[in-house]
């Protein structure tokens, strides 16, 4: 059944292939003339002399999606996709045509002008605050491929997202409801996962002020993300351990035998998001905005044992008989946990532009992220006792976060002929780490008492840049750009359990990054464009200090890591379908020096695993889309994408063995296809479908056997949605995400079919 389904995927991927070239020629009848779009109002500021591939979800797109949180909104755009283990997943990391689902530091998300990555890091623990824009408020999102543009740092390696929020012109109050239910199989879990999201949005105008007010509140309990196990045992029982019964037998990704004890990591969250923004018009094209967020979660980590000893009881721990032989189970193999989470996010926001009286536009932004409160308790005795209490740990995060600073100029002389579309811009950010852990009597309420680990420290970038979109003549655009930063490292401390406190030494680094790109209008129809770019993406705050430390030997972190150096390349041909759509082809490639990745570095005594610079990587393909409104027939709408990547390791002295096979996490094929058909005036119905192809989590492609839980699978997966209008205030939407059930992993097992039910109202 497996190997059909993914035949089927191909299937898919070459279907989606036929219907953006069909669709393509049935609209070509009516020929257009072809102009480079830059539609300043729409789009993001820094997009209007892009040099790259360019796609939007357009409002249209998003409502045909079942979209319970925000970064659902993106799933079908080309090469895209979201790391969400569950509903409410806090991980939810963007992975893209170059980029893979640990490389959370390879992309920039923007919420208009708001940086919302979180560049702490760059693993599956810094996704970025998704919860700054809700759903309802979304007007479009727009997204821009590999570091082409002078604008942002080389974090847009992978993509530039900037979700777009609507500003009211007159009062607005909207709401709406969701329920859903995922039924989960898997080894001995069969459960019904439910939940709820409810949220609301008001906005007016009042002359010169504008002001919105969004807020949402989850519930949601997710599947299982892990599960205890062990490789099959050779040791021999004895008398004194527990005869359980209940385990799996199976194998873990690279073929080895092992028994599944339990499931583990069962994420019961309640979420809330409030935001206010505030709009000042002091003249026309005069604006200044102040936005406010505030996000909270309660998450409580639950286990389910699937061991039963003879009495029938649940066994979480202790030395147990399986079959003859021993297995020990260590107090925290089936380990619970809470959470409390409460984040704060400020910015300011300036912009001037009068585009029919000044050569001139503006754009200044502040920022501010604040952790104000991130504790997470974690026992160290075994169940059944540490439901009531007992030693434990306690970690807290709190002070940590970043704030920003972005300037831009726009200057466009001799406007409407011949000339020049200059940006100049000024770039900073620091991003702090606080990182402590401490032991306590109890772990559900006890104070901290004994330092256990600690980890601190600071990054600083500062960037200037220029571009210049010159128009060579009526149909050419020449586009040059200079970026340049200073990047320094900080402040960085390690502390252990004795305690010792390791301080690292003052880093800086310096980086210029040329961008070149041509564009030609080549006939009626067809826009050709070729860009290079270079690029530097810097280690993180905690790629550099997060660790441990036995006595004062560093063992988990590396403070000298170098910067990631990238060479982008980018040919495109796009053809404008008119008011009917659009065609897209994309060939690229990224050659990236010092390849940051987590390896296990083999020329060593003992091996050690971390955050090592990998020397040359190579990632290149080819990526087409199409959107076609009207396809085929009358109210028929089609999106589509294709993209195949050729990733290799081309050089790594630190592990020979990964030479010569792919880069993590990244597939050889992507496909999306999702049709909406508008039956009526109040009632549409949408079909869409996901593939992804084979792609590996360890860097000597070891882990062949992806279909099961700890490897990295390939996948199909179908989605559904109707959606009927009662008035234009009232709707009804019923949708079905993964409807072919496809059980399929990323590490963890993703969402198996979940059915959502949505009910929205606006006055």
Known sequence: MKKQLFNSGKLFALSCIYVSVASAAFAADEPQVMEEVSVYGERPAAFRNITT???????????????????????????????????????????????????????????????????????????????????????????????????????????????????????????????????????????????????????????????????????????????????????????????????????????????????????????????????????????????????QNDSDVSVQSYLRDAAGNPVYSGNVNIDGFKYTLANTAMQVSKRLEEHLMNSLTWRYDKKQESDWAFEAALTKYEFGKDTTRRPTVALPAASVGGAGQVQFLDGTGWHTADMRADWRPERGSLGHDVAFGYHYDQHNLNDRTYTNANWLAGAATTVKAGSTGKTETQGFYVQDAIQMRQDMTLTAGLRYEQWRAFNGTLTNAVPTTVAYPERKENFASPKLSLSWVATEDWLLRGSLSRAARFPTVTEL???????????????????????????????????????????????????????????????????QNVDKARIRGIETSMQQRNAFMKGLDLTGSVTFADSEIVANSKNPASVGKKMLRIPDWRATLAATWHATETMDFTLAGRYSGRQYAQLDNSDTNGDVYGGVDKFFVMDAKFNYRFDKHLSLSVGVDNLNNEKYFVAHPYPQRTWIVQVKGSL
């Open 53 to 295: 591939s360019t796609e939007a979800a357009t409002k249209a797109l998003i409502e045909s999606t079942n979209v319970i949180n925000t970064e659902d909104a993106v799933k079908y755009l080309p090469s895209i996709q979201i790391r969400k283990r569950f509903i409410g997943d806090r991980n939810a990391i963007l992975a893209s045509r170059n980029a893979g689902t640990l490389d959370s530091a390879r992309s920039l998300v923007y919420a208009d002008n708001v940086l919302v990555s979180m560049l702490l890091g760059n693993s599956y623990s810094y996704a970025p605050r998704w919860w700054f824009v809700s759903p309802q408020e979304i007007e479009r999102i727009d997204v821009s491929y590999g570091a082409h543009s002078a604008a942002y740092a080389g974090n847009a390696s992978g993509v530039v997202m900037v979700m777009k929020s609507r500003m009211p012109e007159k009062f607005e109050a909207y709401a709406d409801a969701q329920a859903f239910s995922e039924g989960f199989k898997l080894y001995s879990s069969n459960n019904s996962n439910n939940g709820s999201r409810v949220g609301g949005f008001l906005g007016n105008r009042n002359d010169d002020l504008r002001w919105t007010l969004s807020f949402g509140h989850l519930e949601s309990t997710g599947n299982p993300m892990a599960f205890a196990n062990a490789a099959l045992s050779t040791t021999a029982a004895v008398p004194a351990n527990t005869v359980v019964t209940g385990y799996h037998l199976d194998k873990d990704p690279k073929g080895i035998d092992r028994v599944i004890f339990g499931a583990t990591s069962i994420d019961h969250s309640l979420q809330d998001n409030a935001k206010v923004k505030l709009a000042y018009d002091f003249s026309p094209g005069s604006r200044l905005t102040y936005t406010l967020g505030y996000w």
């Open 545 to 611: 200090f997060q660790g441990t430390i036995t006595g004062t030997s560093i063992t988990n972190n590396d403070p000298n890591l170098k910067a990631e150096k990238i060479l982008a390349g980018e040919l495109a041909a796009e053809r404008d379908l008119g008011g009917a759509g659009n065609l897209r082809i994309s060939l690229f490639q990224d050659d990236v020096s010092d390849y940051l990745t987590r390896q296990t570095n083999t020329t060593v005594t003992p091996s050690v695993t971390n955050i």
